[in-house]
């Protein structure tokens, strides 16, 4: 499939999607992998994708979008360094408190090898009490999606989104759309010139 119509103005990008040759996702699981190769097979893009597992540096379930998206940007930081790929990709899930209750966060981060970065983040929806006071308690969202669910793993498969929403949306959709938001600069470059260094 070919890149998605779109009025664009001329460009002078730097680093572009349509000549990248690696593609590097700052972790080894297969939904964020899947998520990647997905939005960039929609592009046009015939870069390799590949998982690398780094540390996010921050805890284990990030509290708040500030530090998901600190730890989605560690990873694709971390991971292009490791890597030399053209991009990485970073994807980090968290949780945010609000007024008595939580609801989810997600971002993604983009590292340019030319040194652009690209952030775009969504799946903001409440989670239920009962799964709340097992993270608050210190469990981790998927551990706790899966006591809660009986699942076993699900954060590598259809996560909290896919059964909070009966599977009308599964973790890899939801994924693909904050990838989508974070590679805007580099699907629309015109718009972006000369806002980054």
């Known amino acids: 499939m070919g890149r998605m119509s779109a009025i664009q103005p001329e460009s002078k990008s730097l680093a572009t999607l349509a000549t990248a040759t690696n593609v590097v996702v700052g972790s080894t699981n297969p939904v964020k992998i899947a998520?990647?190769?997905?939005?960039?097979?929609?592009?046009?893009?015939?870069?390799?994708?590949?998982?690398?597992?780094v540390p996010s540096g921050v805890r284990d379930q990030p509290e708040g979008d500030a530090e998901t998206i600190r730890g989605a940007t560690q990873r694709a930081t971390t991971a292009l360094e490791l890597s030399g790929a053209d991009f990485a990709i970073g994807i980090e899930g968290g949780v945010v408190e609000e007024a008595g209750s939580m609801r989810t966060c997600a971002w993604a981060a983009v590292v340019a090898r030319d040194g652009?970065?690209?952030?775009?983040?969504?799946?903001?929806?409440?989670?239920?009490?009962?799964?709340?006071?097992?993270?608050?308690?210190?469990?981790?969202?998927?551990?706790?999606?899966?006591?809660?669910?009986?699942?076993?793993?699900?954060?590598?498969?259809?996560?909290?989104?896919?059964?909070?929403?009966?599977?009308?949306?599964?973790?890899?959709?939801?994924?693909?759309?904050?990838?989508?938001?974070?590679?805007?600069?580099?699907?629309?470059p015109a718009y972006f010139d000369g806002e980054n260094p």
Do not use: C, N
């Not at 998520?35 to 597992?53: D, F, P």
């Not at 983040?121 to 409440?126: D, F, K, N, Y």
């Open 116 to 188: 652009r970065v690209g952030v775009g983040g969504s799946l903001a929806m409440s989670l239920p009490d009962r799964v709340a006071a097992l993270v608050r308690g210190g469990m981790e969202l998927g551990h706790a999606m899966d006591r809660v669910s009986g699942g076993r793993d699900t954060k590598r498969g259809a996560g909290a989104v896919g059964i909070l929403t009966a599977g009308l949306v599964d973790r890899q959709r939801a994924y693909e759309a904050l990838v989508t938001y974070a590679l805007a600069q580099f699907l629309a």
């Open 35 to 53: 998520a990647v190769t997905a939005v960039l097979e929609r592009t046009g893009s015939r870069a390799r994708v590949r998982g690398l597992a």
